[in-house]
């Protein structure tokens, strides 16, 4: 089984159609995208990655508020959307869903607000809540968290201790990073700085204590020569994991 989780940036716009070839040459199973949106780019991505065989769907989008960003799944499989009464309480950037796969499998996609929100610690609390009472199948918690861990995901100081302590709890609580624990302590980047031009982990999965040593393959695909924005489809790294 493979799956991706990728933030497009701003629906798509131009890039939409060379998203969607992108994401569907890597024939993935389960795809989850953030900053997806109810306009015709992302709609566009969303036709094509069904005609593709991604045919199962369901999004956060509200079409009164068409270009918020929101979250996709698409699956080979049925989905079925799960609420949860301690899950995070924003309707466009947190989507639970149950994969009827060979193996089933429920996915948890998300899209972290920003600091200067107000919600993101909030927000950050009813995940861990989710992880700590999780009672379900295997599942993979996937998206941007704007978070990483203090010295070793920022390429300059950009995360606090809150977010630094908010992963580290994650993995207290069984369900590892799949990057650290397919490659350690070895230093990647997802997002870049367009002034800076310095990197930061934004973007992770976490994993079930179940599947974590069902994991084949873990990369970052940023689908361009370099990470440079003039280059590449989007300004975050796509995560690919092969189960």
Known sequence: MRLISWNIRAGGGVRAARIAQAIVD?????????????????????????????TFQRATI??????????????????????LQRAPDNKHRWLHVNVAAPDP?????LHIPNRVTGVKYPFMNSVVDVVRDWRGPPAVLMGDTNSGR????EESPAFNSIED????????????DAFRLMHRDKRE???YSPNGRNGFRLDQMFLHPSIGAKVVKFDHHWFGATHERREVLSDH???VIDF
Request: aromatic fraction near 8%; hydrophobic fraction near 55%; charged fraction near 20%.
């Open 165 to 176: 302590r908010w992963i580290a709890t994650l993995g207290e609580l069984k369900w590892p």
């Open 62 to 83: 509200d079409p009164l508020l068409p270009a918020v960003n929101s979250l996709l799944v698409a699956s080979r499989w049925p989905l079925r959307v799960c609420r």
């Open 237 to 239: 790294a796509a995560m």
């Open 150 to 153: 203090v010295g070793i995901d």
């Open 189 to 191: 980047f997802t997002w």
């Open 26 to 54: 890597l024939r993935p199973d389960v795809v989850a995208l953030s900053e997806f949106r109810g306009t015709e780019p992302s709609l566009l991505i969303a036709g094509l990655l069904s005609d593709a065989g991604l």
């Open 105 to 109: 499998l429920a996915v948890m996609a």
